[in-house]
């Protein structure tokens, strides 16, 4: 026979805490903490398998279900030696949902349930005050209306209303019992009217009704959608609780509170919380009164006059202290708590994990790993990688007020104000006058960087998370909110418009990166402080991690930001952002324009030294540790002069006329400028381009090795290969590169020579390309929007739909598509590795910063992960947990295997 | 000890026709024609593996060769009872190349060797002809000098020139042996003074020196380039033949020819071919003497009066044609041959099989089956599918002058002339008026549809074999260039450009659509002719393939075309083809601009009638065959007003202000539309859409299914599914259709519903896709652009580079990239397959109707194969190959199995 109710209490508990799916949380941590000696009030949970039960069977529930909950209940009123409808020593009862996870305020609860005309007597008589009884029995009658018989539960505040009015009170605590018992006379008359039969006086039926709607409230439009929004399967179903009710109300010897067993905003080790005296806990929610702070410390925190708890009632608050460190030892978490205390005695009625802020967590993981509690590589697990964000960016001042007129993106963690600024020179120009500002537009392109630069935050209309500003800014480190479709970004007349809304140049603006709010006016920010506790745990990171962590960084600045956070090299530097300073475009566009290999070559001579300068930085810079730098991978069209002034000043410049130069343009315009004329096809049809690259390179490391008497390695990138030859002929190009000038200089340094991995082909040959490669950096963002067809900039029109609908569970711009691009990288490693044992494997895409994206890299065994500078940390606690994870999965296999 | 000189001869022949990649082209068939018992005059082979020797050895030959040549050189002279170097009886020989293939033009030859001051008198002797003898001298020393020594040739012509100027004689024939001893003599002063040493006088010293010459006219650049170009290997190597001179030039009982053993221009069953009496082989090439007809017929037939073999040398002719039948019946095969006769006796110096146009090829192998020569597969394998394009559209007279100034891209087979115009409306304008045009664009788009169809040409700067240009021109059967890159076709000013050529609107210009030429003026061109010899073809060809071969058609002219050229079906019909139509674009444009989904389904319901009306139309031309109808498929943006004028007129037509024209315009352009929204992107975007098309399909079905009693099947197919949940999602939306227009209607037909697999993902996850797909269409035009991450508008600009280099052996938007492409086609049916063992498997990307990429979709097992229907010839043969070499294949392996 199935087991459909678990009963708990001190006497007999059925269940426990490992039975979460089948009892929910609140239910097998009641018989946990029962179970421990806790003092839990008696009571039993209906598993959830009743409610998926109920659902499969037209509504109907178990026919055993009835017996099971009858002796359930007959087991708490022998427990407390009370009766189910007595009239003169009554149990009452609770009954709450109870799903495997929290779903706050999705779903009902009724209190004080199997009060009727005769039992409200044994309650008055029990608590000996007859208004308590009085008040308790129209509360019921008020809930229960509301949430089983499902009327409006203005209809009985009108009532009380209308009463306090007639009688002139302005307190409920000012309505006598007989005022109460007259309530409670027309609510019960409320009900027949609306209903056509009277209040259900039975007990029983009004447990039964209880029941039937807490499983009945699983289904309501709410908690649909919030089980759609949370990815929680309708399959899971609630259990419900039924428990003997007690009651913090009852009198000054009353009271009732919820705690966290340590402060979750700063993880202090201190008893953390609120409670009331003479209240039940709907009152706490309610706000009427000002809860107390439970412990002196925390009054004086506070600075509250409001006795604590340890001060008022010391001898209960020692005992729940006493329980805080039991359960806190028990459960080995921060524990979120409810209790109640009735006429001067302790009853616990929750206790959960404790959810808290991205600082407590490192600080509860690093205490807990020295008390003893916890160990380190628990520890590494608890904290949520993406949550180090917050460490690191400036954060909105939670209490400051917001005026948020739009949602974007969240592309770029960090909150920041300024004044708005439409075009990137503007902002350099606002920025150098000591102004802060946030760069406007619809989407940015490489000219804008030096704006980017400028600004203290981004905002675009158009793109995705990983289009050229949120790639970018997160680079950089700075605020950015992308794709905010519903602003119209009108950089010609200098306005942004939402329906009436218009913003304009100079206003202020604030925008949340993390959340991509969108605000008016300043808000407030908190600056980021890095605790010793961070250097910790980034130590155990280290020590348990497989792969190494990289940052994608070109600039000094980057690179310098990136070994700060830890960066054990660059694993992509994109030469190409070089090109855009001011300095240096005049020469790469007339090397575009230049209509012979001669005239290409005498303009690239013109670049070299700038692009050797760059890499001699960076290799100072990174000192020891190895570079990957990617040769010239976008199409040349994003370097020319766009507007008639760029052209007409780059005309005059070049001394090029400027039909000429429109000309070149157009030709150079391209339908699908992401499947065109670029990456290593560029070095195909001008291998010098590469030539003059590979020279940069080799000629900066060879220069700083003697200089610094580092070893300096340079690892060189082909991109967008997509056949083995187009390796073998560009690689040939930077062999010849690197041998004139180990010859010229009569010294040479070690390098090797690799390939992006970033198409579809490439990926499905690649142990054909591996005989050309001495490493494969898989560039999951031209790979996703290969593999899937979708163009990262203009996916925002479609891709909000596909996450909702469930097509991809995640932005796989954002977490990289195991199914698709995972297969692809997978292949490609097999296959890489079935010809070349040493290839070097790495990732380089945004993905490299996703710690789901690592937890995959490591799971198919990569060497390494790069990421923008400021994710550096984050990935390194993301591939210490998936190490760790990934070393107890083959634990468990060769358990599996032993046992098998 | 390895063989490497293969005799051949009547006496002796160690090689045969197997042999050609051992002895050449040439000599394996000397030696095969010797052992037929056909007059050889004897020789022997310096094999292939010698030239690779020479060069895998630092230009060594292998020791053993000098005795293997002087060995066989004396059985060349015991056969004839002549000698090398004899004063008195003389041999003389030539010595030639024969690589596997033929390389036209490409190596070297010497004839006449042996001679020296000596042996020339023996020659005299023997012909009784002082005067030829002295000749054959002096052509052997320039021919020597030249192709030997590195002579300028010109030097020797002076040499004869101011001996005939000096010595007033105006033709060579006029010259004595006294005249030619002279110029002998001036020869050999010019050889020993431009080399410091005389002219080799020892006959074998000759004969090294050409042996050598051969070996290394291999690596010549023209060779190499040629090779490039041919894509030969270098490591195959050439054969080097030395054979006995016979001379056709001794007298007037001498002649020499050249014949093939049918009419390779009709494939005419009569003797083809021309003679000279008293010439050597070089005098028929040279064009001073005009060549006579081997026959009486051909005499006639080209209305000459210079008497034929036939009649002037009865007995020789006779015995010619007899080895005619000999050597046909032999090789099963039109023969090319080549002949001497030497005072009176025939000689065979070559055969080898005839190269002949499309048209005769089909003769040709028609009649070689009633013949009883061939199988009828072997009929099928010996026609290049790819030449039927010849008898399906008009092509150039080749005798017509044409001045060429551009060659792009030869996309749509044919050749049109017409007047230049720059626009569709233009196009139609003209058309309208009676006038052929040629529709010149940078690239074309679906507005220009009308233009198109009303242009007997088109011509673009820009795009590929792939572009929107090349696949609508090769649906619509009209020539098309593609991709003119050194063209500036500027529509603004109504001008083309090329350097100083300036092409006028209104001007005549050609395009050969088969070569990609453009031509200035009007061309002859010739109108194709289909015989009853391409039916029988036909025939054969569908008795014999697998795969079932369907059309991409989506108007009714197009469905006929298709239907009439034997397509099994439509295997791609785009709907939104439809919606170009001038009178439906307004609806499409409202339902784009609709602001709420309530306006969309209004504006759609305009288009229902419409479309429905289409598909009737398609149902009732293919009666009873199955129609695979793509759901819409190209980004909105395309749909749009772009030009100022086209937007003004819809802003007023529809009532939209213009601002919010341009709004909405630039919400839907797009940085790559071709990953953008479009698809069933725009399905699950707005399903309204794919369900108004799905009702218009099931309207139309169950009409035409009632009106006419035919089957009416109709195949759903949703476009650019990524994941198996969109298709899930889509399937749904038609299946609600169906279902809602068989209520109403009171009927139904049967359908499937399947998706196109054109992104990588959809490969890679086609086992969860193909579980709710009823049949996979292989859309292999976007899978090419998503897996070599290559934009087919965009390729041009680097596309010829990759050909050129090796790094792509074929455009992969021609023939499907196997190993790439055609590695996730083979990935996607196995994973298809291991869910729906059932499901239906085809190809409708333009590699539908190649013959490389029909061969590969036979090898994997597709059912069917879609391409235009100016191509559904092609692929039915190309099939039918296909099914023939599978099955030969299968026998081989079956073979090596039992054997194994």
Redesign the interface.
Known sequence: MTKWVYSFGKDKNDGDATMRNLLGGKGCNLAEMASLGLPVPPGFTITTEVCTHYYDNGEQYPSELTAQVEEALAAVEKSLGMEFGSAENPLLVSVRSGARVSMPGMMDTVLNLGLNDETVAGLAKKANDERFAWDSYRRFIQMYGDVVLGLDHHDFEDILDTYKRDESISQDVDITADGWKEIVAEYKALVERELGKPFPHDPKEQLWGAIGAVFSSWMVPRAVVYRKINEIPESWGTAVNVQAMVFGNMGNDCATGVAFTRDPSTGENYFYGEYLVNAQGEDVVAGIRTPQSLTKKGREKEGSTLPSMEETMPEVFTQLDDLRHKLEKHYRDVQDIEFTVQQGDLFMLQTRTGKRTAAAALKIAVDMVSEGLITQEEALLRIEPQSLDQLLHPTLDPKAERNVISKGLPASPGAASGKVVFTADEAEVKSHAGEAVILCRQETSPEDIHGMHASTGILTSRGGMTSHAAVVARGMGKPCVAGAGDL?IDAKSKLIRKGDIEIKEGDIVTIDGATGEIMLGHVKTIKPELSGDFGTLMEWADERRRMNVRANAETPLDAQTARDFGAEGIGLCRTEHMFFDPERIQNVREMIFATTEDKRVQALAKLLPAQREDFEKLFEIMHGLPITVRLLDPPLHEFLPHTAEDISAFSKAADIDEDQVR?RLAELT????????RGC?LG??YPEIYDMQARAIFEAAVNVASKTGDTVIPEVMIP?V??Q??LE?MRAVVEGAAAAVFKEKGSSVEYSVGTMI????AA??AD?IAEKADFFSFGTN?LT???????R???S??LP??TE????ERDPFVSI?V???G??VDIAQQKGRSVNADIKLGICGEHGGDPASIAFCEKIGLNYVSCSPYRVPIARLAASQAAIREADNKTVELKDKKSA
Not at 670 to 677: A, D, F, R, W
Not at 758 to 761: I, S, V
Not at 785 to 791: D, E, P, R
């Open positions: 119209y000309l391209e339908t699908n400028p992401m499947l065109g004329h096809r195909i049809t967008l997509g056949a030859k187009e002929l970033e198409l579809p082909r499905l040959t054909a031209d929007q290969t593999t899937l067809g979708m163009s900039d203009d996916a029109n479609f739909y596909y609908k469930g097509i991809y598509d199914n698709g691009v297969q692809l």
